[in-house]
C-alpha cells in the first residue's frame, strides 16, 4: 500500500489522463523521461519567443520573430510540382506572403478565408525582396489571438512532441499541481522572499522576458 498522500494523487496519474496525450504521445513523453504529470511540471522551459503583437512586419528586423494581424489576401497555388502555396497577407504597413510547403489547399482556404483578418506569428525573413513567414507558427481568429503569449516559452522536446503540443500538455499538468504547506521555514523563507511553492511552479512556467529564465 502505497503511503503517499492522497493530495500528490493527480501528479501520479497516467500521462495519458492530460488533454491531447495519447498512447502514442505518451510514448514519446517517456523517450525524455517524463512518464508521469509530475515528471512533466518539472521539465522547466530553457529558451523563450518574443510574440508581442506588432502594428507591421517592418517593425521588426528580418530574421525576426512577429506577431501581427492581416487582412488575407490571394491564395497562390504552386506553379509546379515541389513549388510552396503561398497566400498573400496585408497589415497595417504592407504586404507579405505566408508560404507553406506540402500545402493542403482545402485546409489553407479554411484556416486562411481571403477578405479575413487573422493573427499570425512566426519568423519572418526576406526572400527576393519580399516579406515571407514559411510556416506560420499560429495562425488564429483576432478573437482568438489571446492565446498566443507576449512571451512564449520554449521546452526541451523530443521525436513527436511539438512546442504547441508540450504547452497544451503542461497547462493540463500545471492545473493538477495541488496548494500544499509550505515545507521551508517560514522564518527563512520571509527572510528570502521566496513565493510559495504553487506560486513558484507557475512563475517558472510563465516567464515575462529572458531574464526570467535566469
Known amino acids: 500500500m502505497s503511503g503517499r498522500p492522497e493530495i ?33 511540471i518539472f521539465t522547466l522551459p530553457h529558451s523563450g519567443i518574443d510574440r508581442q503583437r506588432r502594428e507591421s512586419v517592418r517593425d521588426v528586423t528580418a530574421p525576426a520573430v512577429v506577431t501581427v494581424e492581416a487582412v488575407v489576401g490571394r491564395h497562390i497555388p504552386p506553379s509546379a510540382r515541389g513549388r510552396p502555396y503561398r497566400v498573400e497577407m496585408t497589415d497595417a504597413k504592407t504586404t507579405f506572403q505566408l508560404v507553406f510547403f506540402h500545402a493542403h489547399p482545402d485546409y489553407l482556404q479554411k484556416i486562411l478565408p481571403t477578405g479575413q483578418r487573422r493573427v499570425v506569428s512566426g519568423k519572418v525573413e526576406i526572400f527576393d525582396g519580399i516579406a515571407q513567414i514559411v510556416h506560420p507558427d499560429h495562425v488564429l481568429r483576432v478573437e482568438e489571438a489571446g492565446e498566443i503569449p507576449a ?52 512563475a517558472a512556467h510563465a516567464p515575462k522576458t529572458h531574464a526570467d529564465l535566469a
Not at 157 to 168: D, E, F, V, Y
Not at 169 to 193: F, H, T, V, Y
Open 8 to 40: 500528490l494523487f493527480p501528479l501520479f496519474a497516467d500521462l495519458e489522463t492530460l488533454e491531447g496525450v495519447g498512447p502514442k504521445t505518451a510514448a514519446h513523453f517517456a523517450q525524455m523521461g517524463v512518464e508521469k504529470p509530475r515528471d512533466l
Open 151 to 202: 512571451f512564449e516559452p520554449v521546452y526541451p522536446l523530443t521525436s513527436g512532441i511539438t512546442q504547441r503540443l508540450m504547452a497544451k500538455a503542461m497547462q493540463s499538468a500545471l492545473a493538477r499541481a495541488p496548494k500544499l504547506a509550505e515545507w521551508i521555514d517560514s522564518g527563512q523563507k520571509q527572510k528570502a522572499k521566496w513565493p510559495d511553492w504553487e506560486e513558484a511552479l507557475a
